[in-house]
């Protein structure tokens, strides 16, 4: 998938004990993948590693359709 200014994501950080569960919802089809990391990653890795995996997981889907 290109990556693209006018693609639009959703980020959501939760704290989990002594991890961070991070959300990635891509808005046009409501896709959304979760990864967990350390408390110690700042949000920025976090979010790339997030978006990485949605944007995995939107091409894949898009090869199987």
């Excluded at 994501?9 to 808005?27: C, N, P, R, T, W």
Aim: a positive charge; glycine letters at 6%; charged letters at 25%.
């Amino acid at each position: 998938m290109k990556n693209s200014e006018d693609t639009k994501y959703i980020i959501e950080f939760l704290s989990l004990g002594g991890s961070v569960k991070v959300s990635a919802i891509d808005q046009a089809s409501g896709t959304e993948v979760s990864i967990i990391g350390p408390p110690k990653a700042t949000q920025k890795e976090l979010s790339d590693l997030a978006i990485k995996k949605l944007q995995y997981v939107l091409n894949k889907n898009k090869k199987n359709q």
